[in-house]
């Protein structure tokens, strides 16, 4: 089976060609093309993505995206060799998400190809099954199987009995980890988006807090962990965001200590980052020993977090090693069309196709 996957749900314009075979039971996917055209650099200068600069961007990117994503699979003959187009139809920014549905729609008018309506988190949840995959991980997923999706907008628990089987059994009740990330750089003036950048001085950990003139401050930086401890499988993340500018504040008046200091930045953070690591860590085992998970999968554009990767499978392996842990290659940790188009692979199997009049973007679906 090869199907085609548009994907615009964010500031990412993306289109991939998928094989994909094995059914059920063995599903196997190779990526013929994965092509992205990143917005990040026109939204940086707004701190955020703008929608309608989005939209405006992926009617431009889509053309290109999609002659590119055509070129680079190799496939002469690419509307008799593609048996389905997929389309993201939400979450994420509704005029975003129009300008793939309407690409979609056309497309699969002209080549007279099946529709596969798409939710976005089903492709961060199936993302470690591509190939190019993690050394020695298992191309499998056993059930009952749990994803911890971290992303932008989203943080949930996703218990899978099955496949196309989706329960959300806790998830964020403000703010998204990502979102955290991002609004906390954004207060230590670091660039958009902030994720990977508090990740990169969070690695650089030192123990005291130096000021520039020499003089050794040692001043404990410590946050909460929000919700640890509630017997539910929910987050926050929206307190802790918070938190972090009572410390800086304090910190800036009791110790005259600026916000631009490189070593205070880097202990706030590392002291961050662990802070949402402890949440993640500490609910999602908890939940894969409550359901008896076989498989464990992360996903998102958080997973890219080389400490939640290492500490989640640090911990799976003292307290659950039977729990199998997949993670996607970072390849495909952000947004991309090859998710969309596995995760497709799954309701093709099912014959669940939407008819392109009936398609529709909702920027709140839900799993
Ligand atoms: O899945 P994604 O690409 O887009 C959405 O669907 O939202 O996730 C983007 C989010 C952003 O908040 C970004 O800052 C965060 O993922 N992110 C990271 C890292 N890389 C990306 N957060 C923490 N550490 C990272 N290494
Ligand atoms: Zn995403």
């Given at each position: 089976?090869?199907?085609?996957?548009?994907?615009?749900?964010?500031?990412?314009?993306?289109?991939?060609?998928?094989?994909?075979?094995?059914?059920?039971?063995?599903?196997?996917?190779?990526?013929?093309?994965?092509?992205?055209?990143?917005?990040?650099?026109?939204?940086?200068?707004?701190?955020?993505?703008?929608?309608?600069?989005?939209?405006?961007?992926h009617i431009k990117n889509l053309p290109i995206v999609f002659k590119k994503a055509i070129s680079k699979s190799g496939l002469k003959n690419p509307e008799k060799k593609i048996d389905f187009i997929a389309v993201t139809i939400g979450p994420g920014l509704e005029p975003a998400l129009w300008t793939g549905i309407n690409?979609?729609?056309?497309?699969?008018?002209?080549?007279?190809?099946?529709?596969?309506?798409?939710?976005?988190?089903?492709?961060?949840?199936?993302?470690?099954?591509?190939?190019?995959?993690?050394?020695?991980?298992?191309?499998?997923?056993?059930?009952?199987?749990?994803?911890?999706l971290v992303s932008g907008g989203h943080t949930e628990?996703?218990?899978?009995?099955?496949?196309?089987?989706?329960?959300?059994?806790?998830?964020?009740r403000d703010d998204a980890a990502g979102e955290a990330f991002d609004k906390v750089a954004k207060m230590l003036g670091l660039p958009y988006p902030g994720g990977p950048q508090v990740a990169k001085l969070a690695d650089k950990k030192t123990s005291?807090?130096?000021?520039?003139?020499?003089?050794?401050?040692?001043?404990?930086?410590?946050?909460?962990?929000?919700?640890?401890?509630?017997?539910?499988?929910?987050?926050?993340?929206?307190?802790?965001?918070?938190?972090?500018?009572?410390?800086?504040?304090?910190?800036?008046?009791?110790y005259?200590?600026?916000?631009?200091?490189?070593?205070?930045?880097?202990?706030?953070?590392?002291?961050?980052?662990?802070?949402?690591?402890?949440?993640?860590?500490?609910?999602?085992?908890?939940?894969?020993?409550?359901?008896?998970?076989?498989?464990?999968?992360?996903?998102?554009?958080?997973?890219?977090n080389q400490e939640l990767r290492k500490q989640l499978g640090e911990k799976i392996k003292k307290e659950i090693p039977n729990t199998e842990y997949l993670i996607p290659n970072t390849k495909y940790t952000g947004d991309n069309a090859a998710m969309i188009a596995a995760a497709a692979y799954f309701h093709a199997l099912k014959k669940d196709f939407t008819d392109w009049?009936?398609?529709k973007a909702n920027g709140n679906l839900s799993l």
């Open positions: 089976m090869v199907i085609l996957a548009i994907e615009t749900s964010c500031d990412e314009t993306a289109i991939a060609i998928l094989k994909a075979s094995g059914g059920l039971k063995n599903p196997r996917f190779k990526i013929l093309s994965n092509t992205v055209a990143s917005q990040i650099k026109i939204h940086a200068k707004w701190g955020g993505v703008v929608p309608n600069l989005a939209k405006r961007e690409f979609a729609s056309d497309l699969s008018k002209v080549w007279g190809k099946p529709i596969i309506a798409v939710n976005h988190m089903e492709g961060h949840i199936v993302a470690s099954l591509l190939s190019s995959k993690i050394k020695n991980q298992k191309s499998k997923i056993d059930f009952p199987a749990l994803a911890l628990l996703v218990l899978m009995r099955k496949w196309l089987d989706y329960k959300i059994i806790g998830q964020t005291s807090v130096e000021e520039r003139n020499g003089k050794t401050l040692d001043v404990e930086i410590k946050l909460p962990r929000p919700m640890i401890n509630s017997k539910n499988y929910d987050f926050s993340f929206s307190g802790l965001k918070t938190a972090v500018l009572y410390l800086i504040r304090g910190l800036e008046k009791n005259e200590l600026r916000i631009t200091n490189y070593a205070l930045r880097v202990a706030i953070c590392a002291e961050f980052q662990q802070a949402v690591i402890d949440v993640l860590i500490s609910k999602t085992i908890r939940a894969t020993k409550e359901y008896k998970v076989k498989t464990l999968i992360l996903g998102g554009g958080v997973s890219a009049k009936k398609l």
